[in-house]
């Protein structure tokens, strides 16, 4: 077989002439980006064919796509040897891409138009989306239409690509769900899913490095005067769920609770996605992670029952089985339980859940709401402003049974002020909740009373909001739910 040079293949290809060799002086290109890309791909193809190691090439793409270093490095070494040997200086580069190198890399094997999205310019970015051959990133809050394209073929490829992570998906499905090394999340959507030719490919990250409430202040989703209040309530040991919409940084504010925790308790973590790497973010706490869709959910379940385990953490509680488990784990006394679960109206949650658990398990709805009025302690409700990088602290709501008649109450602590940007706060804490403080640490309980009444002191509550001070029943409960919903409507922030 006559020996193949790949120089020479470029230099043909680029239309220099023969006496023009590649160790002589520059030669000018006439060509453009797309042209460059197109011809070093081609090169690499006909230098594996010629070697007939092409599965080896694919494992390579393969590898380099999800975020293998020593890959992308292979592919971007042979590529600078071409462009130091193939003097392509003139070539204009597009501006999502950072250099020559990286683009003609990124538009072949890469991440093509996306690979911008993965730069330092857009670290903070928190998720993109691909649709048809547009490409979105959000940005400050909104989502931002880029520039660059991608082709049907390119996309089709970078699909490809992603489902080599998990090969017990077949090529054929409509909606497909995999992780990049990084822990990116990629949802894809496609075939009778999605308009002709509108594929969807949906890109998700967490971003926020420091897990701190410090952080969390900074970025004024919560306020920084309450931070001893939650460090005090983390110490005691209070189960909590984060509820909210979807993008609102209740699964941030629950893996910053989470930071405060005890790293000498056992704990067990189970996630339908795996969005909160509690190996790096607590090396030395004796954690369980587990992960589970609704087929394993049940198997999963039974175990987790009979762990002993010193707290659990569900991070989303998406259907009745997953609610249903955390409720009876909770049940049995286990306390520091951590959940969060989509809401848009905390004060019915004990009800919200119980009609999730009785459709998908059985049971009487009253007796189950009540079971889940007593098996948590706090709920932090969150909301997205109209700017929608803006993250706010909703409220905090005590929850739990009247001693004397036991009913369910769901009765406010802290509410967010829309017009002053603020928070208000009432003292006040159950009977139960301070049994609990005087179990687990009085030093911890008589910090939160004085950081609550200090709070309290310093920003009330309006008279208005605070008028429901004791335990309501079933009448002041729906008078508190559409003071709720006038004041959502009225600054229309949800």
């Known amino acids: ?84 040997e193939h003097p392509w200086e003139d070539v204009e580069v597009p501006p999502w891409h950072s250099d020559l190198i990286d683009g003609i890399y990124h538009e072949n094997w890469g991440m093509a138009g996306m690979a911008q999205w993965f730069s330092e310019k857009f670290a903070q970015s928190s998720s993109a989306k691909i649709i048809g051959d547009r490409i979105y990133f959000l940005h400050q809050g909104r989502m931002e239409l880029m520039p660059q394209r991608i082709s049907a073929d390119r996309k089709d490829q970078l699909i490809r690509a992603f489902l080599l992570l998990t090969p017990e998906e077949r090529l054929d499905r409509e909606f497909h769900e995999v992780y990049l090394l990084d822990g990116t999340r990629i949802t894809i959507f496609k075939g009778a899913m999605t308009k002709k030719g509108q594929d969807v490919i949906i890109f998700r990250r967490y971003i926020i490095p420091n897990y701190s409430f410090e952080e969390q202040a900074r970025r004024h989703t919560i306020p920084e005067a309450a931070i001893p209040l939650f460090a005090a309530m983390v110490d005691i040991g209070y189960s909590i769920v984060c509820t909210g919409a979807v993008r609102t940084s209740k699964t941030t504010f629950l893996a910053t609770w989470q930071q405060y925790e005890n790293p000498a308790l ?54 009745g089985k997953a609610l249903d488990t955390a409720v009876r784990i909770a049940s049995k006394g286990t306390k520091r339980m951590k959940m969060t679960f989509h809401t848009r109206n905390p004060l019915d949650l ?19 709401r009540l079971k889940v009025a007593e ?34 109450y769901v009765e406010p602590v802290c509410l967010y002020d829309y017009k002053s940007d603020s928070w208000r706060w009432r003292y006040r804490l159950g009977k139960d909740k301070e049994q609990l403080g005087l179990e687990e640490g009085r030093d911890s309980l008589k910090r939160m009373q004085e950081q609550l009444r200090r709070l309290a002191e310093t920003f009330p509550m309006e008279e208005s909001v605070d008028s429901p001070a004791k335990t309501h029943g079933h009448s002041e409960h729906v008078a508190l739910q559409g003071a709720f919903a006038e004041t959502e409507a009225a600054y229309g922030r949800i």
């Open 375 to 408: 098996s948590f302690d706090y709920i932090f409700h969150f909301v997205q402003l109209t700017d929608k990088s803006q993250k706010r602290l909703r409220g905090i709501y005590e929850m739990g049974l009247t001693p004397d008649r036991g009913d369910v």
């Open 266 to 319: 056992e704990g067990v973590i189970l996630e339908t996605d795996p969005e909160i790497p509690l190996h790096m973010l607590m090396p030395q706490a004796p954690i369980v992670q587990l992960l589970a869709d609704n087929d394993r959910m049940t198997t999963i379940s039974k175990n987790l029952l009979r762990s002993d385990a010193d707290y659990f953490i569900l991070a989303e509680a998406r259907d």
């Open 1 to 84: 077989m006559e020996r193949f040079y790949l120089d020479d293949y470029l230099n043909l290809q680029d239309g220099v002439e023969e006496e023009a060799s590649i160790y002589g002086g520059p030669v000018r290109s006439r060509m453009d980006f797309s042209e460059v890309c197109r011809q070093v791909k081609e090169a690499f193809f006909q230098k594996y064919q010629q070697e007939g190691n092409m599965q080896s090439a694919m494992e390579i793409q393969k590898k380099a796509i999800v975020g293998c270093q020593q890959e992308v490095e292979f592919y971007k070494e042979k590529i600078r040897e071409m462009v130091e």
């Open 350 to 368: 004990p009800g919200e859940i119980a009609s999730e658990i009785v459709k998908t398990e059985g049971g009487q709805w009253g007796a189950t």
